[in-house]
């Protein structure tokens, strides 16, 4: 396979898209924190965003090890995920602050989940390392779950009381 950009290029990319996963989880530990009601829904969402920063540091790990395993898949700018990176910390610091509603954190929550779907940073590379494939589907198939989860969510809040 033939890499197109400079291996350390797609390191950084890869270690800047595992810090976006741990605001991630910051931002939904925090809405365990305001709302303890719902804890358990957001700590489940906050440990898996954790967990995709892991497994965003191991697929970093098996490509460096291998990078002649790997070919770029698609590209990736580093400002859109420092972009994206801001706009995280600025929902953070808008939810500390009180100044977001609890449903339109649902909102904010589940479109932060489509963004990461629709841009797939996870699919900067390519191959045909089972492992490092094994580890970019589960990031996809949770991310996509997390999306579902806060659209039920979001779904329940716009039902009728019953009775």
Not at 49 to 71: D, V
Not at 79 to 89: D, I, K, P, R
Not at 100 to 127: G, M, Y
Request: glycine share 4%.
């Amino acid at each position: 396979m033939t890499m197109e950009r400079d291996p350390k290029d797609i390191c950084r990319v890869m270690g800047m898209m595992a810090d976006l996963e741990l605001k991630v989880s910051e931002f939904y530990r925090e809405c365990g924190d305001l709302w303890p009601q719902d804890k358990e829904f957001w700590s489940s969402l906050e440990k898996e965003e954790i967990s995709h920063s892991g497994s965003l540091q191991k697929m970093a790990e098996l490509f460096s090890a291998r990078p002649e395993r790997f070919a770029t898949n698609r590209p990736y700018n580093i400002a859109s995920l420092s972009l994206a990176l801001t706009g995280v910390q600025s929902l953070l610091l808008r939810l500390k602050k009180g100044q977001i509603h609890k449903e339109n954190i649902l909102f904010a929550a589940r479109d932060l989940e489509q963004s990461l779907l629709e841009n797939k940073p996870w699919e900067v590379l390519k191959t045909g390392d089972g492992e490092y494939t094994a580890i970019l589907r589960d990031i996809a198939a949770q991310t996509l779950a997390h999306r579902r989860r806060l659209e039920n969510r979001i779904a329940e809040l716009k039902r009728p009381p019953a009775g």
